[in-house]
Structures are given as structure tokens and as C-alpha cells.
């Protein structure tokens, strides 16, 4: 195991260093089910969801644990499956954890992403006391765009301030409904953490409007996280060209699909065929093509040298690679220059974050899915 690890360190150190770039993939584990996300453990563990409907811990060494028990029913099948997790900031002391996934419906084919929350075990083996924190309506028959990350927000300290982000995808085949505020889709959702809706939300009041929505006119965001000074940033997939990176403010219309940077996949125009249009906002940053954004984190630590704290990394799974955007220095809205990372994998990226240890950890999609560890460059 360990010849093979040194093998893979040298390999990639070669083609990481021909490429100019200053990180080593070092694959942590394997044979992860098209795994969707990555979340630390105070111990130095990992905890990894699949997209088939386990979620499992990891040790440092790369051995996967069974499935931790307790987890809810989960409508497995096309996007849909267990998807975001994230520890509580409180971790230490309350052992919880939200995630989210795609929920069946009660009676029906029906299903919607949902966000729940549950104390892990200490023993790291069984989720106790599930609580469903919120569902996504109304539910629909769909395979599509749920999309499903999870962000614990920060008040003006930096402290966490009891409130969840979820972003939430517009089910692709009702897309119009990411312009009304009367369902949940394409919209990024704001609640307490046990679940009730917080009374200076921006549609708290208004008639006919579900007093969850953040933001709207979102079409399928798979990437969410707060910038260092606790902004949030999030991006979401558009649909031929015109994925976005917004960062959405209270109240906010994001567009979708009145306007787009990109077409439609039969490449007619979206709407009238325009990308900006009063009253929505335009994204920070987009790309056409499409990368297929998924997962996001900002770099606060020093491992990979200080140019590249305060970047921020976007996996991409079109494109195989992990997206390495440098930004304007005092940032004003603008990103300056944009790097392609792991291209030599040929991994479809899901998830990155940057772990307690100040390591920026990805892991990738497919049937063997990997953990990796980007390691600065000997
Ligand atoms: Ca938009």
C-alpha cells in the first residue's frame, strides 16, 4: 500500500511539475461510488457521501468504513442520490451533521431535494436523532438538477450565526418556476438550523411567496461556500454555455431563464436570446462552454504559497479538471486570471474544500470515485 501510494506521488509529481504547477494529487482512498461530497472529522478522518445513498467514513489511511446507519429514505437514480455534507461548527461538542439528498415522495414517484440533520455517533457508525429540516416543494417526477449544497453562514465576527444556506436546483423540466416565488425551485433557501424560517428573511410576508427563498432565477447551483470575510459565494451549471458564479443577495433575481450566457441544448436562444435584463442580476463570472461546475472553496491557508490564498477552486466534471480562479487584489467583483489544475487525471471533479489541516482535498466522479489530497510540489 505504501509502495503504491510513493508510486503515485511520483508519478504525479512528474506531470504536476511538467505542467508548471505547484500541487500533488495523492489518492487517499478509492472505490467510492461516484462520491459527492467530503467533510472532516476531528479525529483526522473523512466523512464522504455517495450519490448511491451511503455515506461513509474514511479513515486517514484510505480504508472505507461500512455505511453509517440511520440515514432517511433516499430516491436514488439519474443526478439524485445522498448528496451535500457538512459537520456543524459545534461539531466538538453537539456531534452534528446536515446533509442533503433527494427525497421521495410519501405516495407517488414524486421526489425533491431535502436537507436533514442528525448527530453522528461516537463511535462514527450510526446517525442519531434524524431530524428532516426541510423539503423542497413541491415534488415532481425528476431525475434532474437537484442541486444541493449545504453552507453553515457567518455573521459580520465571523461567527456562525445559526443559519443554513441550501441551494436548490430548478428540476430541469419546470424551469419556469425558478421566476415565481411560490415552489422551491431554482431557488437558494435561508432557515434556522432547526429548520424554521428566520424572520428577516426577504420574502417573510409577502403573499403566495414560501418564506425559505434567499435568492431566485437560479438554474442548477452544485457549489456554495463563504468567501473569507464570510460572503457567500455560490455557482450553478447553465445549461449550453453560461455557467455563473453569483453571489447572491437577499432578495435577489440570478435570471434564469430569462436570461443566460448561454443556449439551449437544442442551441435555440434562452428567452429573447439576452444575457442581461433589468431587474436580474448579472453573475460575477461565467464560462461558455460549459465546465459543469461542482464544488467550490476559497484557499485561506499558506501550504500552496501566498499567491494562492484568497483563490478560489471550482471542479469542473465537463472538463475534468479543477479550476484555479485568482482574484482581483482588493477585490472589486472582477476574477483576473484563470488556471486549469489535474487536467492530467482525467477525473471529473465534485467536490473540493480545504481541510482543518489547511490541504485542499477534491474528490471525483465516477464508479471509482477518489479521494485526493493536493500536496504542495516537493
Ligand atoms: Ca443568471
Request: a positive charge.
Amino acid at each position: 500500500m505504501l509502495i503504491r501510494l510513493f508510486c503515485v506521488l511520483i508519478l504525479s509529481a512528474v506531470s504536476a511539475l511538467a505542467l508548471g504547477q505547484n500541487i500533488v494529487p495523492l489518492t487517499i482512498a478509492q472505490r467510492l461510488d461516484h462520491p459527492w461530497a467530503v467533510a472532516f472529522l476531528p479525529n483526522g478522518h473523512f466523512l464522504v457521501t455517495e450519490r448511491a445513498g451511503a455515506l461513509r467514513v474514511v479513515t486517514p489511511e484510505g480504508k472505507l468504513g461500512q455505511p453509517i446507519g440511520g440515514l432517511p429514505a433516499i430516491a436514488v437514480g439519474g443526478q439524485g442520490g445522498l448528496l451535500d455534507v457538512v459537520l456543524d461548527s459545534d461539531f466538538l461538542r453537539n456531534r452534528t451533521i446536515y446533509f442533503c439528498y433527494s427525497e421521495p415522495a410519501s405516495r407517488g414517484n414524486g421526489n425533491s431535494t431535502a436537507l436533514a440533520s442528525a448527530q453522528l455517533s461516537a463511535d462514527l457508525r450510526q446517525l442519531e436523532g434524524l431530524r428532516i429540516l426541510f423539503s423542497q416543494r413541491p415534488k415532481i417526477a425528476s431525475q434532474l438538477h437537484f442541486g444541493c449544497r449545504i453552507v453553515e453562514s457567518k455573521n459580520a465576527q465571523g461567527q456562525a450565526d445559526g443559519k443554513l444556506f441550501l441551494a436548490l436546483g430548478e428540476r430541469y423540466h419546470q424551469r419556469d418556476d425558478a421566476q415565481t416565488l411560490d415552489n422551491h425551485h431554482g431557488k437558494l433557501i435561508r432557515i434556522n438550523k432547526d429548520g424554521t424560517v428566520p424572520a428577516d428573511n426577504p420574502f417573510v410576508g409577502r403573499p403566495a411567496a414560501l418564506p425559505e427563498i434567499w435568492s431566485f432565477g437560479h438554474r442548477n447551483p452544485q457549489g456554495a461556500t463563504l468567501d473569507p470575510q464570510g460572503v457567500l459565494w455560490i455557482h450553478e451549471h447553465g445549461p449550453y454555455g453560461g455557467d455563473e458564479i453569483n453571489l447572491p443577495r437577499a432578495g435577489g433575481n440570478y435570471g434564469w431563464p430569462l436570461v443566460s450566457y448561454g443556449r439551449n441544448y437544442d442551441l435555440t436562444a434562452v428567452g429573447d436570446g439576452k444575457s442581461a435584463q433589468a431587474g436580474t442580476e448579472q453573475p460575477l463570472h461565467h464560462w461558455t462552454p460549459s465546465i459543469a461546475p461542482s464544488g467550490m472553496a476559497f484557499v485561506t491557508s499558506e501550504k500552496y504559497g501566498k499567491a494562492w490564498v484568497g483563490n478560489l477552486l471550482v471542479g469542473s466534471l465537463k472538463f475534468t479538471h479543477l479550476a484555479r480562479l485568482e482574484l482581483e487584489r482588493p477585490f472589486a467583483g472582477k476574477v483576473v486570471k484563470e488556471t486549469r489544475l489535474l487536467e492530467s487525471l482525467g477525473e471529473r471533479i465534485r467536490d473540493v474544500r480545504q481541510g482543518p489541516d489547511g490541504f485542499i482535498y477534491v474528490v471525483t466522479d465516477s464508479a471509482n470515485g477518489k479521494l485526493i489530497r493536493l500536496a504542495p510540489a516537493p
